[in-house]
C-alpha cells in the first residue's frame, strides 16, 4: 500500500462521550454518544450517503443541476449472536431535475449511475458490502 492509497482519521477525546475526528487535510466532524452530534453509526450511514453522492452528482450534474438532492440512508440496528451491528441498509435518492433535454437526460441516466456507485465506485457501501476486516492494537 502506498501513501496515496492510504486513509487516515483521528480521533481525540473532548470530553465524557463526545470526540473529534479529524483528517490530515484539516477536516473535522465532531461524533458523540447519542447527544446533539452525530453518533459513530450515524456517520457510517453518513459516509454511505456523502460516498453515492459524488458518484451519481459528478455525473447527473453534467447534464443538468437538480432542482432537489436529498438521499436518506436507514437501516436497522440488531444485537444477536454476532453482537451489535446493523442490517437492511437501505439508500433512497429523491432527485428531481429541470423539465428540458438536459433534465431529460439527467433522469435518464440516474438510475444506472445509482446502480454503478452502489455495484463498482463508491468505496464506502463497497466495503459494507464485502465486509473488510478490521483489526485494533494497543500502543
Request: charged share 30%.
Amino acid at each position: 500500500m502506498t501513501d496515496q492509497d492510504l486513509r487516515r482519521v483521528t480521533l481525540t477525546r473532548d470530553s465524557v462521550g463526545r470526540y473529534t475526528v479529524r483528517n490530515d487535510r484539516g477536516g473535522s466532524i465532531t461524533t458523540s454518544s447519542g447527544t446533539d452530534e452525530l453518533s459513530p453509526v450515524e456517520l457510517l450511514l453518513a459516509g454511505i450517503a456523502g460516498c453515492t453522492a459524488i458518484d451519481v452528482d459528478a455525473v447527473t450534474t453534467r447534464r443538468a443541476e437538480p432542482e432537489s438532492f436529498e438521499i436518506e440512508v436507514t437501516a436497522d440496528k440488531v444485537k444477536d449472536e454476532q453482537g451489535n451491528h446493523l442490517k437492511d441498509i437501505e439508500i433512497t435518492f429523491r432527485v428531481r431535475f429541470p423539465e428540458g433535454k438536459g433534465g431529460d437526460a439527467a433522469r435518464a441516466i440516474l438510475p444506472t449511475m445509482v446502480r454503478r456507485s452502489h455495484e463498482e465506485f463508491c468505496t464506502v457501501s463497497r466495503t459494507v458490502s464485502l465486509g473488510a476486516s478490521v483489526s485494533a492494537t494497543v500502543e
